[in-house]
């Protein structure tokens, strides 16, 4: 029904305007997976075209295919209504497609100007190609909005910036059409707000860009149309304005969902974790945690927000014993926690009754080439109930891992598959399940969601909200505020290093919080 | 890309793919023998019957295959753990050397069944001692242990010579040995064990020791793949993050698979100096630690591949040998380079068929999304 009606409108031209890129019947299979089938998108000539879909949906394939990294099996694309053959992203840079990747390609130690002139240093010595370099920076930033300081090091600018230099990169290149690939993933709202505004002057100025995210929110906000893929393939194609988050929402997965879980209020009982004025520091001995005291309780579920890289992953790696601490006390249950030794200490915080779901799933919480039943005890392989006298029970572990994927509603739910075979969502249902099954009192909780689709989060959040019924302390970092203010039950905003404040999601807004994350407010 | 291809069947893997290999480096070595003017034929037959066609034979080939299977799992074990020891060479060499000392010091006054023993622990002892040191160089000081243990390699060879020369050696005596055994430390040979309860087999070097490497790879498979600290050691050889996250400490694993594998290649000396040389010699490990690489990535760093691989090898020096002694026109030299093809397909080009072969069988997956 949704299908019909989004081809219809798909058809008709746009506004006294042309195509800036159509692509057409795109089929695309990666050995019997098939990541995009028959797909067609036709994005109008300046105009801010979003397109959404859950992790694996094929958004980011289609977009591949658009830039040159892979060859459509099957299907057209035209660039300004003339086909066009891109084996590589310099033939989609000279048809004036740019993209914006996620993580950005700048070389750190150069300046913005050598950055931009990257690969298009136009002759034998620099000096040439670098004046002209300039005056063009100088005109797009007068003409955009964009000023930058031309001679600054990319290093030292904050990532909202940077993210400018990248655009700035694209257009220089004579880029028409842009290609943003969550862009707001590292960004405050505030920053992201900056963003869109300037996208918005890209298109008043003729230009085209096609923004792909998983936020509702910013489609809403932003786009003039927006197309909905789900598994592979396109299942809506519609004025942004006609519709609504919550019908995106349904469309991505096919059927509703409920976003922000309800949940009692908090009743919050004996202190769990206590940390008391902790540093911790990165491998190149530079601050990332300076200073950081607060407690969490039994029965109630804290926050930690902030713009990722203000030390919340320290933070987190500190308390589960992976990393050690500069300096400062860490007491769970009461009882004093060495933070010396990383590795020993994450072994005793076990014992003691911790469960923790780390921000990287694929190298820490998962390993690589185990099946899903050897990676459901790691972190407990020493434990009697898995073993028979001295051997592992193979047999056992089996058997509880296959409990656990039918209560996690982990699929398939075979646990003799290599664990990273399963999705994202699903990888994570099954660390959460190992975590959760283990009884643990406190439970840290890096990124719950990341990388994980609409079903998994309601699912993964509604498990989260009953381990606190249950009277357990849990700990929540993530740099998506919408989970951070449906989950806790407090939020402990991180800002360089430090928390910079704390406040109760029923009071709070986002703007607030957004400011707070920025460093720029304190709590009142 | 290959993402999404389902897996081939594990018959692929272990049994095709090494197949496939040997088979390419018999037609190579096919190829350089009907170069020099010979019947490729004819010398696969020498080959064949030379390693495996009569009593004689057999013995001699799972005499090498011992030596290959001690210093096969010695790779794997490591392996495991996400290292690459290229000191089995030396370590069995050192470990020889164990095995040595607990014969010249304990023959003749404790019984066969106690220096047996004894002869087990210092020769894995020495072993894992010499491979203690790159281990705890890699985890404690990051020196790369593919660097370290070549190193090793070299200084155990100088630090043999030198006992050899002015320690060990017979007063008056121009050979750098040792004295020889007592005659109660030699292990028995598998002709005196099969004899004892009426079985006649050919006499050869054979001896108890090949029942050790078995049971060696027996303990090796359950120790990996059936005890936590097995499991722990797989943990830390694929991903040290969780490993650290999961509360195991790397770098006291390093150490403890360095020493492991090095234990294991060690015992190399029960078959070279107890079961066949009785004395100490220099040299008597000639390049079986390397070898033990080219069956560890055959054999697929599991055991039972270990035990097939170690018998092919074995095979192919024995065959090899017995090929110089009877198509005279194949220089040494060219038995040698036979060997080298097989290690070299088996070994270092172990990947070169199977993206191909894999794609060949591989299953499809049931369609996702």
């Known amino acids: ?524 | 890309m290959t993402a999404g291809l389902g897996k081939a069947p594990r018959w692929v893997d272990l049994a095709l793919v090494p197949l496939v290999n040997l088979v390419a480096a018999l037609i190579v070595s096919g190829i350089v023998v009907a170069a020099v003017g010979q019947s490729p034929l004819k010398a696969l037959e020498v080959l064949v019957t030379g390693s495996f066609g009569y009593g004689e034979a057999i013995g001699y080939t799972l005499y090498y295959t011992t030596n290959f299977i001690f210093t096969g799992l010695a790779v794997a074990v490591a392996f495991h753990a996400g290292l690459f020891n290229i000191g089995g060479e030396g370590q069995a060499y050192i470990g020889g050397l164990g095995v040595g000392i607990a014969c010249l010091w304990l023959g003749g006054i404790l019984p066969f069944p106690l220096i047996f023993l004894l002869a087990i622990v210092f020769g894995a002892a020495f072993g894992a001692g010499w491979a203690y040191v790159p281990g705890w160089l890699q985890a404690k000081r990051g020196s790369h242990v593919v660097i370290t243990t070549i190193m090793f390699n070299f200084i155990a060879s100088a630090l043999m010579t030198y006992i050899m020369v002015y320690v060990l050696i017979v007063p008056g005596q121009q050979s750098p040995e040792s004295r020889g055994f007592d005659p109660s430390t030699f292990l028995p040979t598998a002709k005196q064990m099969l004899g004892s309860v009426g079985i006649e087999i050919a006499a050869s070097p054979l001896n108890l020791s090949f029942l050790v490497a078995l049971i060696a790879a027996a303990a090796v498979w359950v120790f990996i793949w059936y005890t936590h600290l097995g499991y722990e050691l797989r943990v830390v050889g694929k991903s040290e993050r969780a490993a650290v996250y999961s509360g195991i400490s790397p770098d006291r694993h390093i150490i403890l698979a360095m020493a492991i594998s090095g234990g294991l290649a060690g015992l190399v000396g029960l078959n070279e100096i107890m079961g066949v040389q009785h004395r100490l010699l220099l040299n008597f490990t000639g390049g079986v630690g390397f070898v033990g690489i080219a069956v560890a990535l055959m054999g697929r760093n599991h055991p039972f591949g270990i035990c097939l691989a170690a018998l092919l090898f074995g095979a192919l020096y024995q065959g090899g040998s017995e090929l110089a002694f009877s198509m005279p026109q194949l220089s040494k030299e060219m038995v040698v380079v036979i060997q080298g093809l097989v290690i070299l397909f088996c070994g270092a080009l172990e990947h070169l068929f199977r993206p191909q072969l894999e794609r060949l069988f591989a299953k499809p997956l049931p369609a996702k999304a």
């Not at chain 1, 660039?79 to 992203?89: E, F, L, M, T, V």
């Not at chain 1, 930033?141 to 904050?158: I, K, M, S, W």
Request: hydrophobic fraction near 45%.
């Open chain 1, 1 to 524: 029904m949704t299908a019909a009606l989004a081809l219809d409108s798909a058809i008709a031209p746009p506004q006294g305007g042309r195509w800036a890129i159509e692509a057409i019947g795109i089929d695309k299979w990666f050995g019997p997976v098939h990541a995009n089938r028959d797909v067609t998108l036709r994005v109008a000539k300046g105009s801010i075209h979003g397109i959404v879909g859950e992790n694996g949906a094929g958004k980011s394939t289609l977009m591949n295919i658009l830039y040159g990294y892979h060859r459509a099996d099957r299907g057209e694309i035209l660039i300004d209504g003339k086909a066009a053959d891109i084996h590589r992203p310099s033939d989609a840079l000279a048809l004036g497609v740019g993209m914006v990747h996620q993580h950005f390609m700048l070389v750190e130690p150069f300046t913005i100007l050598e950055n931009v002139l990257l690969g298009a240093e136009g002759g034998t010595l620099l000096a040439e190609g670098r004046d002209k370099a300039r005056a063009e920076l100088e005109r797009l930033g007068r003409d955009y909005g964009l000023e930058v300081d031309p001679d600054a090091l990319v290093e030292d600018l904050p990532v909202g910036i940077q993210q400018r230099v990248e655009i700035l990169k694209a257009l220089y290149r004579g880029a028409e059409t842009l290609i943003l690939d969550e862009p707001t993933g590292v960004l405050t709202p505030q920053e992201a707000d900056r963003l869109f505004q300037f996208l918005r002057v890209l298109r008043d100025q003729g230009k085209t860009v096609i923004l792909i995210t998983h936020k509702l929110r910013e489609i809403m906000d932003v786009t003039d149309r927006v197309t909905v893929m789900r598994r592979g393939a396109v299942v809506a194609d519609l004025p942004t304005q006609n519709t609504s988050k919550e019908e995106l929402a349904e469309l991505m997965v096919g059927r509703k969902v409920k976003l922000g879980g309800d949940k009692a209020r908090a009743a919050p009982g004996a202190v769990v974790l206590e940390v008391e004025d902790l540093h911790v520091n990165d491998e190149q001995g530079k601050p990332r945690v300076r200073g950081v005291t607060f407690n969490v309780r039994a029965g109630e579920i804290v926050g930690i927000a902030g713009v990722s890289g203000n030390g919340q992953t320290e933070l987190l790696e500190a308390l589960g014993g992976i990393r050690p601490a500069a300096s400062g006390r860490i007491r769970l249950k009461g009882n004093e926690v060495g933070t010396r030794r990383p590795g020993l200490t994450a072994r005793i915080l076990r014992r003691l009754g911790l469960g923790h779901v780390p921000e990287d799933r694929h190298r820490m919480g998962l390993v690589a080439g185990f099946a899903a039943y050897e990676n459901a005890i790691l972190g407990h392989q020493d434990e009697a109930q898995y073993h028979r006298g001295w051997l592992l029970d193979r047999a056992r572990m089996v058997d509880y891992c296959g409990e656990w994927m039918k209560g996690y509603d982990v699929r398939p739910d075979n646990p003799l598959l290599e664990a990273l075979s399963f999705s994202g969502g699903n990888q994570q249902k099954l660390v959460v399940a190992r975590e959760m099954e283990h009884a643990p009192d406190l439970l840290l909780v890096g990124q719950p969601t990341r990388g994980v689709d609409i079903g998994a989060i309601e699912f993964i959040h509604k498990r989260l909200i009953a381990m606190r019924d249950a009277g357990k302390a849990v700990l929540v970092v993530s740099v998506e505020l919408d989970e951070i203010m449906a989950l806790s039950d407090r939020i402990l905003v991180m800002f360089d290093g430090r928390i910079i404040g704390e406040v109760s999601p029923e009071t709070a807004t986002e703007r607030q919080l957004g400011l707070m994350m920025a460093g720029i407010a304190e709590a009142a």
